[in-house]
Every structure is written in C-alpha cells, then in structure tokens.
C-alpha cells in the first residue's frame, strides 16, 4: 500500500485526488493546505483521515511513501525541497518552478538523496501523445524538419469557465506580483513539453510576449495588477537541428482548451489534435515518392495516466522521463523564452 499525501488542496488537488484514489494500492493519507478550514472541507470530500495547516507538522507526523505538491506554482519548489528533504517520492504540478535556479535546485536535491520525481504535464496522459511520440521518435516519419504547436484560449473573451474579472482563480493569473509568468508559464510550459516530447529537445528560442489592454481602469482589479503576458509565440530550433514555431494565447475567440502539434518528416508527417481526439492522431507517409499522401487515422493504445506512471516510479523506485530534469528542461525553455523577449535576440537553452 502507497500512503500518500496532497500538499494544497486548491482547484487541481481534486483531480489528485480523484486519480490517485482511482488507482488500486493507493491509500490517500493525509492533506494539507494553509487555509486549515479548506484542508478540512478537502479531507472529508475525498474521505483522508488527517488534514494538517502546516506542511512541515504533516511531514513530521505522518508516515508516508509519497506526496503530491498542488499548491501555487511560487511554492512548487520549497514544498518540494521539504519532501525531497525527507527522501519521499514526490510529484509536482507544472511548472516545475517559478524560476530556472529553482527548478535546478530541485532536480539536483532529488539526485543527490536519489528519489523518485515526478512533474504533472497532464497532456501526456493522451494516448495519442504517447503514440505519436513513440512513432516519431522510432523514425516513423524519417528525419524531423518542420513542427507547428499551440495551445489557445479564450477566457479572456468569453466567460465559458467563469469570469477572469471576479474569479480569483482566473484573476491572479493576470498578476505577476501574484507570482504568474502569464500564458508562457501557465500554458506555454505544457505546449513546449508536448513539441519537445514529439520532436525532440530544444536547443534555440526567439520569442515575442504581449499584454494587451483588458479594458480595466488602471489594468488592475483590487490587489491584482493586470501586468503578465496574455500571448507569446516563438520560433524554435530543435537539438536534431528541425525548426518550428510555438505559439499560445488566451484571446483565441472560439478556441476553449485547444492544443495541437504537427510534426513534418522527410517520410511523413503526424498531426496530433486534442480537439480532434485524445485517442487517435493523423499520419500522412506517401506511397510513392512525389505522391501526395493521404491523412489517415491511427487509434492509439490506452496508455497509463501521469498518476499511474507515478505510482508505478515509486513501485519501482526509479523515475520516468518525465521526472524533475526534463521539468528543469521545460522550465530552461521558458526561461530563454523571456530572455529572448527582453534582448529582442534568439537564446541559447540552458537547462
């Protein structure tokens, strides 16, 4: 049996929850979130036997084999340090860090006491994610040229989630004081994490950000000052020398929670759109050369969750690819991604 425990117990906790008590062998042990009322209401939603006001009291106190860190992405790294510092297994929400010397320290910190890690980039629970990747990474499509990728939005434009005008939830998303990195890091990190799984590292950036007027007196709601970036798109060289654009934004009129990643091949090319299906993804391979090819549809295998591939990290006590390096990686490139806005120049990625 995996005791484990959830530190933060905000909107995505519940889909920890709900996942992890999903999976057979898994008992959720205990909770904790700083609002003590909030730790309590989650505790008996999710049917935990003990809910702690202070992350340090419940690490402590309760014997563990692994923890879920779900709180604000500004405390990814300290909650995750005080895990790690007790040589549990620990999984974190994306991204890794609010910082690229933050998510160093972490991965480095999981090294050297040798725990497993674990970074939640939901995408690729997808079974069309994983198979695509596998197809393209086998050379299914023969030498990557070209990829296209993007994640939009429109929240900002149309209230189908709520308000961003008087939902907290939305609200300090806006706000960097608040400690946002706007699209980029909210969205931005899962949409690099999908292009760089399908076509390889990334290795140079040249992004734009933009924050546009929201038509607010001030651009700012009480406490929250409405200065984080609400698009970014970059242009992209790949370690295997590809070139592509990725590209975000929550003014996408039309677009709810639309992800999409094209790869071109010399033999063939893979279009894989969540909207479409998260099941099954296109493939294009000419039959001759110089013919144009037909798309045609691939059914993807089921494929286990990011849930179960921690479970089962911690099982084997070994990590798998999507541990807390490859989160330092995708955190390296939001980091060249503001570098290169500021000087107005393509970066260097330094994970």
Known sequence: MIRLAIIGTGNMAANHAENFSGIRGVKLAACCDLDEGRAKAFAARWKIPRWYADPAEMLRAEELDAVSVVT??????????????????VMCEKPLAATLPDARRMRDAAKRHGVVTHVNFSYRNAPCVQAAAALVRGGGIGRVLHAEASYLQSWLVQDTWGSWKTDPTFTWRLSRRHGSAGTLGDIGCHIYDLAA????????????????????????????????????ISTVRFNGGAVGTVHATRWATGQLNSLKVRVYGEEGAVDVDLDRSTSSFLLARPRAPRRLAEWKAVKARPTPTQYERFVSAVRRGSSDESDFSNGAVVQAYLDASFASDRSRRPVKVRA
């Open 72 to 89: 604000p992405d500004a405390s990814h790294a300290a909650m995750s340090l005080a895990v790690i510092d007790r040589g549990l297994p």
């Open 197 to 232: 799984f399908l076509c390889g590292g990334i290795e140079e950036i040249a992004c734009r950000l933009a924050t546009f007027d929201k038509g607010v007196p001030g651009d700012r709601i009480g406490p929250y000052v409405l200065d984080a970036n609400d698009s970014f």
